[in-house]
């Protein structure tokens, strides 16, 4: 205890020096971005738009698996040091959405090396947990792994990846050592006392320096009051599945929520992940009308997209900033990720009818309560 004390007191040393001797991290306010507030350095903006880096394997993974590197899959490396070089160098991209738990930050940190570009111009966003533990000492030692692992001296914006320990998708829980998150002792194990402790050595982390803002993930409003009711400094940030077929149906709420807190939503699977989920179109053997297997075949989606002569992914992405949100969709593809992008650089406005069309698409009955991100769409909307 005493010895990762020092060694924690010794890296927090180590990386200030080294943040004062190399160039001043960059603020990202020259570029298309979000403002962070709560607990962030003062000025600090986020890129609206970054590169998920979660599932970069060469097999999709199947409906309702949880699509991320896991125990890296063959190509999961390469492919994610690939697209981080593509969206750095051909794109023009400047975040990358990271996490402990995708199992490959070390190749996120071969494709910023390889693009050259300097590491203060890039923001990077990585998370904890998962399937790592939650808790003080172990959020502390996570990021001194992440920190190693992408081969930086600080995270630009650090999350805590999941409100519980008990992540739905997950058979084993991870051991920790911090009595609130040992789940293994039912006398101290209380998940809300779990969360208030670790989010304790994220503020530790952000005081320190080595991340200069924190946020959470997947947390839902009950859990952001907690820390309200607690005196906490609030997060900057809460990156939640955010996409038109589950905003009305629960998203809509936690973006007003957040919004008045000074917390800035970020999008994951915001075009609704096509590759890996075909949302149902059948429930107990009966066609659901108006139901479409993914958002970028939505017909609504297209006929806007044809309207305003962009893509279906842009009116989708145009569509969240224009509401506030920022995303990270993830992508291999260079066609793809300047695509995306283009929002910003040929900037279009979707009309307030438009804007309300694509906010009542909902088909999703999705994790109001945040159980497992993948959604139902069982066709019981409110
Ligand atoms: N915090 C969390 O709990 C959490 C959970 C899940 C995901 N995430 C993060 O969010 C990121 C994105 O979410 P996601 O991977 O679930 O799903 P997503 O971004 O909604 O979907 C990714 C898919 O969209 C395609 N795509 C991207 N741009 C496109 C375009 N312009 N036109 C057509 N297709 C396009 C990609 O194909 P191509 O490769 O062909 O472009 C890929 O198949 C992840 O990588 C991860 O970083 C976070």
């Not at 060469?58 to 697209?83: I, L």
């Not at 502390?140 to 630009?156: A, C, K, M, P, R």
Request: hydrophobic share 35%; glycine share 6%.
């Amino acid at each position: 205890m005493k010895q990762s004390l020092l060694f924690f007191l010794f890296a927090c040393v180590l990386t200030l020096a080294l943040r004062t001797s190399t160039a001043t991290p960059s603020l990202f306010t020259n570029v298309h971005s979000f403002p962070l507030f709560n607990s962030a350095e003062t000025g600090l903006h986020m890129p609206a738009l970054g590169l998920g880096t979660g599932f970069y394997g060469e097999q999709n993974v199947p409906y309702s698996t949880y699509p991320e590197c896991g125990a890296e899959p063959p190509g999961c490396g390469p492919n994610t040091q690939k697209a981080v070089y593509t969206w750095l160098t051909k794109a023009g991209g400047l975040r990358l959405d990271c996490a402990n738990s995708y199992y490959n930050q070390r190749f996120v940190a071969q494709g910023i090396h390889q693009s050259l570009i300097d590491r203060s111009e890039v923001f990077i966003l990585s998370k904890v947990g998962p399937t790592f533990p939650l808790g003080y000492n172990e959020t502390i030692n996570q990021t001194l792994d992440i920190l190693q692992e992408l081969q930086t001296t600080w995270i630009d914006l650090l999350l805590v990846h999941w409100p519980t320990m008990k992540h739905p998708g997950q058979s084993d829980v991870p051991k920790s050592s911090d009595p609130a998150c040992n789940t293994t002792s039912p006398l101290t194990y209380n998940e809300k006392d779990c969360r208030l402790s670790t989010w304790s050595a994220m503020i530790l982390l952000f005081e320190l320096g080595i991340v200069r803002s924190i946020g959470v993930s997947n947390y839902n409003i009950t859990h952001l009051q907690e820390m309200i009711d607690a005196n906490l400094p609030l997060p900057s940030v809460n990156q939640v599945s955010f996409n038109p077929y589950n905003y009305r149906t629960g998203r809509a709420d936690l973006q007003e929520f957040c919004q008045n807190n000074h917390i800035q939503l970020v999008a994951y699977s915001p075009l609704g992940v096509p590759d890996v989920h075909p949302y149902p179109v059948t429930y107990q053997n009966k066609t659901l009308t108006g139901m479409s297997p993914t958002l970028l075949q939505d017909p609504v989606i297209s006929s806007i997209a044809k309207f305003y002569n962009r893509t279906e992914a842009q009116i989708i992405l145009r569509w969240m900033h224009q509401l506030g949100v920022a995303s990270n969709p993830r992508s291999m593809n260079e066609t793809h990720m300047k695509e995306n992008l283009d929002i910003f650089a040929n900037p279009f406005t979707i009309n307030d009818n438009d804007m309300m069309r694509i906010a009542n698409l909902a088909q999703d009955t999705c994790d109001v309560d945040p159980d497992w991100y993948e959604c139902v769409g069982n066709g019981n909307l409110p």
